[in-house]
């Protein structure tokens, strides 16, 4: 029985497919599944249900999946004691939640190759929830995520809170002078956020939802300086991570929207494997990174959008 064939199997059943299994691993997909077929001949048992789409493990393959899970962990394990000495080297697979990346991408992975040459970091960027589903399955090594306060995180994995913080209402300055509004007042003015699929978004909704209001969306879009350009410009109202905001170049160019009824408390979690080994240090420095650059001084704001004649 051996070992990348085994590592095969339980790629393909992570990925749910073939050809992400194969990209994962850095393998064609023919000699993919020649090492899948090769782990069923082994065994004298089909493992995947073939006529489901995604492709799905039969049950036998469902009960071996953990077990083989196992055997790659006790493999690296072996591994990691052998080069214990030696400083980490290899991929180092890393999550970002959405707007972070943009952020701190490129300062972070300057700072991680700078301590550790022998790495090749390769990052993702997306939201919170599926970055913490792909450290749980062991697709990730670590990730940086926002997450709701009082979440619990999956029990295959293992975090902490580098930074409490919360979700603040961004609106153009000067058009929201009161003390205190609630979400029903700021409804005819519209909302410009992240695309769905987004856990803020999904809050928003919720809130929105239960006070009989609707959610009338007026720009979505993935990049956060275009959203907070969009605010600048009356577009609608904004919602991010305070630090976001504080360190977008936008802090002197936009107001906080006091909305009373609607004040989600938000955590910066680092999330990681239970057994990071010989990638625990570089793990805890991607997570000092990121928590560092958020404390740096806010960057320089982008121009304003020039006016439009009449």
């Known amino acids: 029985m051996k070992i990348e064939d085994i590592e095969a199997f339980v790629a393909v059943v992570r990925s749910q497919s073939l050809s992400r299994a194969a990209h994962e691993l850095g393998l064609t997909q023919p000699i993919l599944t020649r090492r899948v077929q090769g782990f069923e001949s082994e065994l004298g048992a089909e493992l995947f249900d073939r006529q489901t789409k995604p492709l799905?493990?039969?049950?036998?393959?469902?009960?071996?999946?953990?077990?083989c899970r196992n055997v790659l962990q006790s493999m690296d394990t072996v591994r990691e004691l052998a080069?214990?000495?030696?400083?980490?080297?290899?991929?180092?697979?890393?999550?970002?939640?959405?707007?972070?990346?943009?952020?701190?991408?490129?300062?972070?992975?300057?700072?991680?190759?700078?301590?550790?040459?022998?790495?090749?970091?390769?990052?993702?960027?997306?939201?919170?929830?599926?970055?913490?589903?792909?450290?749980?399955?062991?697709?990730?090594?670590?990730?940086?995520?926002?997450?709701?306060?009082?979440?619990?995180?999956?029990?295959?994995?293992?975090?902490?809170?580098?930074?409490?913080?919360?979700?603040v209402v961004l609106g153009r300055a000067g058009d929201w002078s009161r003390r205190s509004y609630r979400l029903a007042d700021c409804s005819e003015a519209g909302w410009v956020l992240?695309?769905?699929?987004?856990?803020?978004?999904?809050?928003?909704?919720?809130?929105?939802?239960?006070k009989?209001?609707?959610?009338?969306?007026?720009?979505?879009?993935?990049?956060?300086?275009?959203?907070?350009?969009?605010?600048?410009?009356?577009?609608?109202?904004?919602?991010?991570?305070?630090?976001?905001?504080?360190?977008?170049?936008?802090?002197?160019?936009?107001?906080?929207?006091?909305?009373?009824?609607?004040?989600?408390?938000?955590?910066l979690w680092l999330v990681h494997g239970k057994e990071p080994g010989r990638l625990q240090a570089p793990v805890e420095q991607f997570a000092a990174s990121v928590a560092g650059l958020l404390k740096t001084i806010a960057p320089p704001a982008p121009a304003p959008a020039p006016a439009t004649g009449a």
């Open 56 to 67: 799905r493990p039969t049950a036998l393959g469902q009960r071996l999946y953990e077990p």
């Open 212 to 267: 009989g209001l609707p959610l009338r969306l007026r720009l979505d879009t993935y990049s956060r300086d275009l959203q907070l350009q969009a605010v600048e410009q009356g577009v609608g109202l904004g919602l991010l991570p305070l630090p976001l905001f504080e360190r977008s170049g936008f802090a002197g160019r936009l107001d906080i929207v006091p909305v009373a009824d609607f004040k989600p408390a938000v955590d």
């Open 83 to 167: 080069a214990s000495d030696l400083p980490p080297s290899g991929g180092l697979r890393l999550g970002l939640t959405q707007g972070l990346g943009e952020l701190t991408l490129m300062p972070l992975l300057a700072d991680l190759r700078s301590h550790w040459p022998g790495l090749a970091p390769q990052v993702a960027t997306g939201w919170g929830g599926p970055l913490i589903e792909k450290v749980a399955l062991d697709a990730l090594d670590a990730a940086v995520v926002f997450q709701a306060r009082g979440k619990p995180l999956p029990r295959s994995v293992e975090g902490r809170v580098l930074q409490k913080t919360r979700l």
């Open 194 to 210: 992240n695309p769905d699929g987004c856990g803020f978004r999904a809050g928003l909704q919720r809130a929105l939802a239960e």
